[in-house]
T-cell receptor, first 110, second 115 residues
Framework: SQKIEQNSEALNIQEGKTATLTCNYT??????LQWYRQDPGRGPVFLLL?????KEKRKERLKVTFDTTLKQSLFHITASQPADSATYLC?????????FGQGTTLQVKP | DTGVSQDPRHKITKRGQNVTFRCDPI?????LYWYRQTLGQGPEFLTYFQNEAQLEKSRLLSDRFSAERPKGSFSTLEIQRTEQGDSAMYLC?????????????FGPGTRLTVL
């Protein structure tokens, strides 16, 4: 079955460093990958979308890559800030519905 | 506020009772989705509508669950004969339909606790 996997271990980094989160997919080829941010007790908030024919997408301090050979997407936050602390969800879509990974919690320490 | 709204925000019920949740999407969005999320997991797809038509329903969704979107605007999700395993956050999202996939806008969720 279609599966999206993220590192379930929390990622702890120091303020100012670059955070890199990994998303791997198996058993299918998504046309799109999306990244969302979720704060405790709230719904996910969209951050970035990348298509399978795009290698990289940027938005302010965020960058996402899509490697169809490795079946992997990397999500980078540069110059991280304590306010970036949250759970980040990777999701794939082909027809509209999203298939989510379990999320990776990022903690940025001042 | 023009975001996705959900009601109620919290619901506590006893096992065996029926519950109904409501979702109001962003007004110009014709797609509406329901997801369920348990602690430490990502949201899990339940079903989605395009206007009033229910286009897909997860195989994981038992027949105790039913969803409607009668006029292509708001949607309701009903769970009959609730079980403790139904305890979760129920999330609603909406999006625009186009030739490409668009991002989904999520509501704040309804947290269900089944005692």
């Amino acid at each position: 079955s279609q599966k999206i996997e993220q590192n379930s271990e929390a990622l702890n980094i120091q303020e100012g460093k670059t955070a890199t989160l990994t998303c791997n997919y198996t058993n299918y080829s998504p046309a799109y990958l999306q990244w969302y941010r979720q704060d405790p007790g709230r719904g996910p908030v969209f951050l970035l979308l990348i298509r399978e024919n795009e290698k990289e997408k940027r938005k302010e301090r965020l960058k996402v890559t899509f490697d169809t050979t490795l079946k992997q997407s990397l999500f980078h936050i540069t110059a991280s800030q304590p306010a970036d602390s949250a759970t980040y969800l990777c999701a794939s879509s082909n027809t509209g519905k999203l298939i989510f990974g379990q999320g990776t919690t990022l903690q940025v320490k001042p | 506020d023009t975001g996705v709204s959900q009601d109620p925000r919290h619901k506590i019920t006893k096992r065996g009772q029926n519950v109904t949740f409501r979702c109001d999407p962003i007004s110009e969005h014709n797609r509406l989705y329901w997801y369920r999320q348990t602690l430490g997991q990502g949201p899990e797809f339940l079903t989605y509508f395009q206007n009033e038509a229910q286009l897909e329903k997860s195989r994981l969704l038992s027949d105790r669950f039913s969803a409607e979107r009668p006029k292509g605007s708001f949607s309701t999700l009903e769970i009959q004969r609730t079980e403790q395993g139904d305890s979760a956050m129920y999330l609603c999202a909406s999006s625009t339909l186009g030739q490409v996939i668009y991002e989904q806008f999520f509501g704040p969720g309804t947290r269900l606790t089944v005692l």
